[in-house]
């Protein structure tokens, strides 16, 4: 009688989870990004086959601002930074401009179908070494988040490539053309 009473409370509790949605079922890692302020990506991306390491820091909001810091300084990637001698403290540079938010949510929406928020791919290291690039992302798209500290060359380099391409879209851009 009182295994019933068990099983029957043990379905109950497992019926009530699925409704309340606690996450017992995989959850779908592909949404439609919309244009809405709110939506944000920063990309840290390290060139460590020279010396000194070359960094670009790149923060994009879904309103279409972009603010990049590139150069070898350690501050680039790090405000905080306490390294006031050395060779790299000057190397240093930091700029802000507008792009169109609409293409700011193309950029998110490929970055999306790429895998981004796919947590199947977390924590898979693949047998490709990284070459001494170094690339994490932190981001949030429509209510959906992402942050990574590892290097995704090693655990997705199809992504990483794609987050790649984002750095040297926005760290080298065109913003007009002459007529």
């Not at 090693?154 to 992504?159: A, G, M, Q």
Request: hydrophobic residues 40%.
């Amino acid at each position: 009688m009182r295994i019933m009473r068990f099983l029957r409370g043990l379905a109950l509790a497992s019926f009530a989870a699925f409704i309340s949605g606690c996450g017992l079922f995989w959850e779908d890692p592909y949404v439609d990004v919309t244009v809405t302020p709110l939506n944000w990506i920063e990309i840290h991306y390290y060139n460590a086959t020279r010396e000194p390491i070359r960094r670009v820091n790149v923060r994009i909001t879904g309103s279409g601002r972009v603010e990049v810091k590139s150069g070898t300084a350690r501050r680039v990637s790090d405000s905080f930074a306490k390294d006031i001698a050395g060779d790299t403290v000057a190397n240093y540079r930091e700029r802000v401009y507008n792009v169109d938010a609409d293409h700011v949510r193309e950029v998110f929406q490929d970055l999306v179908n790429g895998g981004l928020f796919d947590r199947e791919k977390v924590f898979k290291k693949t047998k490709n070494p990284s070459n001494g690039r170094f690339v994490a992302v932190r981001a949030a798209f429509d209510n959906k988040t992402y942050s990574e500290p590892d290097n995704i060359f090693e655990t997705d380099p199809e992504l990483a490539e794609r987050i790649y391409n984002v750095v040297i879209e926005f760290n080298q851009p065109i913003l007009g053309r002459k007529k």
